[in-house]
């Protein structure tokens, strides 16, 4: 019996231990860089356009280790140019941030700019968002004119039937939650707007 319990425990210590190394893994810490504006920006229009945490970015960013470890070689020893780069401090994980500090000292790569190399090998996504972007917005003025002729029909069934019909009460509740689905794709559009002035080279 205590043979049972003993291997019971050890069973629960090797259970434990991977998922207690995992949950710290995934801690959030705060990291400061010195990025271009651009480097900025993009991680704020991914952020934006696919609706993900800044945090998840950069877990991405920093799980492939051997791309890290093929930029920071090409990187070793380099100077690294700060002229006109922004002082930025991200939440991110503690795992992701173990991972980018052990390559850039491994190989003496400067931190910041494997961050921002890094960054670029996203750019053909925001490429493909731009052109939704622009697809969005010519949705939207569609979406704009049928939202005005919803609008109109409801006031139009008020007149025949008065406000008080069921049937103008069911349309008036179809047409609030329409309201409301578009004003958030509008709003959504409007957020995007930084992707229409970046630069992608």
Do not use: W
């Amino acid at each position: 019996m205590k043979k049972d319990k003993k291997n019971q425990s050890d069973l629960e210590i090797s259970i434990s231990n991977p998922s207690t190394m995992a949950l710290r893994g995934r801690q959030s810490v705060r990291a400061t860089f010195r990025l271009s504006e651009g480097c900025i920006d993009a991680i704020s229009i991914l952020s934006a356009q696919l609706g993900i945490k800044q945090k998840s970015i950069f877990d991405h960013l920093m799980e492939d280790a051997q791309i890290l470890k093929d930029m920071a070689s090409e990187l070793e020893n380099s100077e690294f140019d700060r002229h006109e780069r922004i002082q930025k401090t991200y939440v991110i994980s503690r795992r992701s941030l173990s991972f980018l500090d052990t390559i850039s000292s491994e190989y003496d790569a400067p931190r910041d700019a494997l961050v921002e190399y890094s960054v670029r090998r996203l750019l053909p996504i925001i490429a493909k968002e731009r052109k939704k972007h622009e697809k969005r917005k010519r949705l939207l003025a569609e979406i704009s004119n049928h939202f005005q002729e919803s609008e109109n029909l409801l006031s139009k069934a008020g007149e025949m039937l008065g406000a008080d019909d069921p049937v103008v009460n069911k349309l008036a509740t179809a047409i609030s939650v329409y309201k409301n689905a578009f004003n958030d794709i509008a709003n959504f559009i409007d957020r995007g707007k930084i992707i229409e002035e970046f630069q992608l080279e």
